[in-house]
């Protein structure tokens, strides 16, 4: 019953106290509350507030819920049997969607919805000119801006609801399944706030599309001086709106119109790949101002202003491996630390199908050139490798139910000031990646196969390899480029950071069981799952939805 509650609990916040009443009378409010924007300074905060409750609650915020919830349920995470860590993990492991569901992202979410409504609401109120004595500067880059970082933040909760408890986007489909509440506006009756429309997963769809379009038309493409400072880090400005509606085009199986946006990215000429990985994840207090080109939008948690311990998405601890408080040397060497409550692993599966791992769970050539198997993944041996005495936890895994070889993520955490490092949302790295799949498919392999290797050649060890990379097997032509390098590339790249699950949607692929056992108890149906997805998502509690539903 927890997110029926805090649904209800946001409506309320809204519109006062209405739990109690019993008639629509009591939204005739004689002194309606003033909205604490008096100029287009304090306007920012609507803006502030959204990002904050999309990206910064600690454990249940969408973003970290939504790819700790997708590396789980993918084929690319592996679960540490008998875990039990505040996450029902067997069961999210087991694919059991009729009883997995973490109820604390809908609060959130709705929250911010509502909160970005109302907002919209009353610039809409104010015939879009709220403050007409501000200058024509402020209008157009501050607030003509703010209005459209609502309408992307609205679209970027949307699209994680939907994700999660609709079915997957069918292009060929009807999509018009109803199993979350279709907000767009504050409630003024009872009825309205009890009793919400409830939208099919095509109108939700056509919504975030819209939303973004309107966005784009909105936010600028960088920060100028005289733009409000918070607009200078961890927003969304043109081109990461832009990122975000090309991964929609591409769920729909928009293919062209993703590429179109994919390719305004790629030619501004504002993007290219920083040298070390690394330092896209190890942006804090100290260095979040230092330039960065690959990032087109992070979640802010360098904030200097903001003390708390927590201050960052702390649910990429049940998946990675270092510990999210650690003594600020990142993590390797003499600072090892590890978070003994994380619960996955990077499957074998996964390992083996990108060539790192052999049979027997062991680094492979391939894995050894790539710099990234040691930069952003770390490789354990299993305790029963573990020599006679104590061996150091930084080659044997420390894990007390692990006696087997392990990879983890290990892109987060890895700071000078722990935990207050922005966390990448969208990386020139997956842009690259998008347009080299929808190149390839559409018939273009030699695009495919130069964004492709722009990628792969950051991360090759020419050191360890002896060539350069145009001179080894891994420079990529149109004769040897295939669709599964695209997608193994992927994995290396991208694993714990975006969505695997939506990809692999995207382009009709099987979702495959990994590295589940029969005794894991997977759900009937769900051991690998093919287009279009029948069942592969967790809707609200029937229970619950009688709260909302109308009747018919």
């Known amino acids: 019953m927890r997110n029926t509650y805090k649904i209800l609990l946001f409506l309320a916040i809204l519109i006062g106290s209405f739990v109690s009443c019993k008639n629509d009378k009591f939204f005739e409010l004689q002194r309606p509350p003033e909205f604490p924007w008096s100029n287009v300074k304090d306007f920012e905060m609507a803006a502030s507030s959204a990002y904050n ?80 004595e501000a200058s024509a500067f402020d209008k157009e880059k501050n607030l003509k801006r703010v209005v459209g970082e609502l309408h992307f933040i609205r679209a970027y909760l949307y699209y994680y609801l939907v994700r999660s408890s609709h079915p997957a986007y069918d292009p060929t489909g009807t999509n018009s399944d109803k199993f979350l509440p279709y907000i767009l506006k504050s409630p003024t009756t009872q009825g309205e706030a009890l009793q919400p429309e409830f939208g099919t997963t095509q109108q939700f769809y056509d919504l975030i599309v819209g939303d973004l379009k309107k966005a784009i038309e909105m936010v600028p493409a960088k920060y100028e001086v005289g733009m409000h400072p918070a607009f200078q880090h961890g927003r969304a400005n043109k081109y990461a709106i832009k990122g975000l509606l090309s991964r929609v085009y591409m769920q729909m199986g928009k293919y062209n119109d993703a590429e179109v946006q994919l390719n305004d990215i790629v030619n501004s000429g504002e993007f290219a790949l920083e040298p070390n990985i690394l330092d896209n994840f190890t942006r804090d207090l100290d260095s979040y101002t230092k330039p960065n080109k690959e990032i087109l939008w992070e979640a802010f948690y360098a904030d200097a202003s ?54 027997d769970s062991l680094l492979t050539n391939v894995a050894n050139r790539d710099k990234r198997s040691h930069e952003i993944f770390y490789n354990f041996l299993g305790r029963y490798r573990a020599p006679a005495g104590n061996a150091p936890d930084s080659i044997y895994d420390p894990h007390g139910k692990v006696n087997y070889n392990t990879m983890y993520v290990d892109k987060y955490y890895r700071e000078k000031n722990p935990p207050h490092a922005n966390m990448p949302l969208i990386r020139y790295a997956e842009i690259l990646l998008n347009r080299s799949i929808l190149r390839f498919r559409a018939g273009n392999k030699q695009g495919a196969a130069e964004d492709l290797n722009i990628v792969r050649k950051r991360s090759f060890d020419a050191k360890v390899a002896g060539v350069t990379y145009e001179s080894s097997s891994d420079f990529l032509t149109t004769s040897n480029i295939t669709e599964e390098i695209i997608h193994c590339e992927r994995i290396k790249e991208l694993t714990g950071e975006v969505e695997w699950i939506p990809y692999l949607q995207a382009l009709r692929l099987p979702i495959t069981k990994g590295d589940r056992t029969p005794d894991m108890n997977i759900q009937s149906g769900m051991e690998t799952v093919n287009a279009p997805y029948t069942g592969f998502f967790s809707k609200l509690d029937p229970l619950e939805l009688q709260f909302f539903r109308k009747t018919e």
């Open 306 to 359: 903001n003390n708390r311990a927590g201050f960052s998405s702390l649910r990429m601890s049940q998946f990675t491996r270092c510990f999210p408080w650690n003594d600020g040397g990142g993590g390797k060497g003499e600072h090892f630390n590890w978070c003994y409550w994380h619960q996955y692993f990077v499957s074998v599966y996964a390992c083996q199908r990108i060539g790192w791992w052999d049979k």
């Open 53 to 132: 409750t999309a990206l910064l609650n600690e454990w249940g915020s969408a973003f970290g819920n939504g790819l700790a919830m997708d590396f789980t349920l993918s084929d690319l995470g592996g679960y540490i049997k008998g875990t039990v860590e505040g996450w029902p993990a067997a069961e999210i492991n087991s694919r059991l969607f009729s009883t997995t569901r973490f109820n604390w992202e809908y609060g959130p979410c709705y929250t911010g919805i509502s909160s970005i409504n109302s907002a919209l609401e009353w610039y809409e109120s104010k015939n879009e000119n709220p403050f007409p």
